[in-house]
Antibody
Framework: QLQLQESGPGLVKPSETLSLLCTVS??????????WGWIRQPPGKGLEWIGN???????YYNPSLKSRITISVDTSKNQFSLKLNSATATDTAVYYC????????????WGQGTLVTVSS | QSVLTQPPSVSGAPGQRVTISCTGS?????????VHWYQQLPGTAPKLLIY???NRPSGVPDRFSGSKSGTSASLAITGLQAEDEADYYC???????????FGGGTKLTVL
């Protein structure tokens, strides 16, 4: 059974970089059938797509966040990561990593999520 | 504001049927991109409920069904149960934005 697990600091100071890691187990990240993505959910609000990455490094970002985010992949560790710079309080959210099925364009497996608070 | 529009809330009594709408535009649902639905139980991660407009992943009861027409889609839940109380999100792809789009979410209350 595929599992995804987010990890990283739960508290980030304003203007600093938010960094998260997603570790994939029970399956290989270098499958040609999938992308790997990040989604976030501010407290009490809806879901917002952040971006996706393919195992060879191709990335697709939300245009509204594109200038501040970098998603990268490490196939040797079966992990992918998110960096969001110049964090502000509006970036406070539960961050999810998920597997994106190519072709049909949906997320079929999700991590449990990790809350990141941006505050001094 | 979300690119896909959903009602903020719906409700129904146990055993009843409810529907949740998801309205898009000619650059997403109307452009023939598939619609998918997720169920988010309180305090948990979203779970895929319906994919490709009307397909259920293994383990999802057939009480849940999806449909799509024009620039809109719908999720129907029949035989409503207390355990169905959750937030529901629709999702598609937008060709103009070149990205994934979600609806704002609908809170289902089982009376």
């Amino acid at each position: 059974q595929l599992q995804l697990q987010e990890s990283g600091p739960g508290l980030v100071k304003p203007s600093e970089t938010l960094s998260l890691l997603c570790t994939v187990s029970g399956g290989s990240i270098d499958s040609s059938s999938y992308y790997w993505g990040w989604i976030r959910q501010p407290p009490g609000k809806g879901l917002e797509w952040i971006g996706n990455i393919y195992y060879i490094g191709n990335t697709y970002y939300n245009p509204s966040l594109k200038s501040r985010i970098t998603i990268s992949v490490d196939t040797s560790k079966n992990q992918f990561s998110l960096k969001l710079n110049s964090a502000t309080a509006t970036d406070t959210a539960v961050y999810y990593c998920a597997r994106w099925r190519r072709g049909t364009n949906h997320f079929d497996y999700w991590g449990q999520g990790t809350l990141v608070t941006v505050s001094s | 504001q979300s690119v896909l529009t959903q009602p903020p809330s719906v409700s129904g009594a146990p055993g009843q049927r409810v529907t949740i709408s998801c309205t898009g535009s000619s650059s997403n649902i109307g452009a023939n991109f598939e619609v998918h639905w997720y169920q988010q139980l309180p305090g948990t991660a979203p779970k895929l409920l319906i994919y490709d407009n009307n397909n259920r992943p293994s383990g999802v009861p057939d009480r849940f069904s999806g449909s799509k027409s024009g620039t809109s889609a719908s999720l129907a839940i029949t035989g409503l149960q207390a355990e169905d109380e959750a937030d529901y999100y629709c999702q598609s792809y937008d060709g103009s934005l070149s990205g994934v789009v979600f609806g704002g979410g609908t809170k289902l209350t089982v009376l």
